[in-house]
Nanobody, 123 residues
Framework: VQLVESGGGSVQAGSSLRLSCTAS????????MGWFRQAPGKERQFVGA????????RYADSVKGRFTISRDNAKNTVYLQMNSLKPEDTFVYYC?????????????????WGQGTQVTVSS
């Protein structure tokens, strides 16, 4: 199983980025896909997740209204559209897969993880 993130980069505050995560080796359409982020030496924090049945989503309060998760099961890809980026959104972003029914914010529910992609937002 492999999850590969892409789309990170360095942008100015107020900009947008779209992260992608493509999965291989697992029945993608049967997994909840989540996005997390982490700073060096800090705990990994939940960003958002999407289920595989009705695209039900769940977001952290800190990103609600700015970030949107979507998925394309035909492409085995989940996206994180990030708008109105702030310097405090600077993290390494990870996608993860969980063999559960509903989106969850608990990292321990996710079994498969990508390698991460850096997002840096400057003021």
């Amino acid at each position: 199983v492999q999850l590969v993130e892409s789309g990170g980069g360095s942008v100015q505050a107020g900009s947008s980025l779209r992260l992608s995560c493509t999965a291989s080796g697992l029945p993608f359409s049967n997994y909840v896909m989540g996005w997390f982020r982490q700073a060096p030496g800090k705990e990994r924090q939940f960003v958002g997740a999407i289920n595989w049945t009705d695209d039900h989503t769940r977001y952290a309060d800190s990103v609600k209204g700015r970030f949107t998760i979507s998925r394309d099961n035909a492409k085995n890809t989940v996206y994180l559209q990030m708008n109105s980026l702030k310097p405090e959104d600077t993290f390494v972003y990870y996608c993860a897969a969980a063999a559960i029914l509903n989106p969850t914010s608990d990292p321990s529910d996710y079994y498969y993880w990508g390698q991460g992609t850096q997002v840096t937002v400057s003021s």
